[in-house]
């Protein structure tokens, strides 16, 4: 059965930047990160499918990067220009199911317990 563990999370000013990774103990060809934000619902920040092509909500565009190494099952979101609308515990997913919209969180039958990032102005 897969497990993922995330780490990288922590406390930073707004403009800092973090490393999130998230290692898994079998390949999974979709793994994505979401986050969650207090009071806010589950939404997806990047995706990676394949060898890498990856996806990114609109909001992460410019100033995330996922990325991920196969040979690890492991996958990276470089955070930059951070603010505090990034705040939020960030949870790692994988095992998606077939059909549907990458960004649905009800596909993905995978996820790590979560890494919290903390932004502050």
């Known amino acids: 059965q897969m497990h993922l563990e995330e780490s990288g999370g922590g406390s930073v000013q707004a403009g800092g930047s973090l490393r999130l990774s998230c290692a898994a103990t079998?390949?999974?060809?979709?793994m994505v990160w979401f986050r969650e934000a207090p009071g806010k619902e589950r939404e997806a920040v990047a995706g990676?499918?394949?060898?890498?092509?990856?996806e990114y909500a609109d909001s992460a565009k410019g100033r995330f990067t996922i990325s991920r190494d196969n040979a690890k099952n492991t996958i990276y979101l470089q955070m930059t220009n951070l603010g505090p609308g990034d705040t939020g515990m960030y949870y790692c997913?994988?095992?998606?199911?077939?059909?549907?919209?990458?960004?649905?969180?009800?596909?993905?039958?995978?996820w790590g317990q979560g890494t919290q990032v903390t932004v502050s102005s």
């Open positions: 079998l390949y999974s060809s979709w």
């Open positions: 990676v499918f394949g060898a890498g092509s990856t």
């Open positions: 997913a994988a095992d998606k199911r077939s059909g549907g919209d990458w960004s649905m969180a009800s596909l993905y039958l995978r």
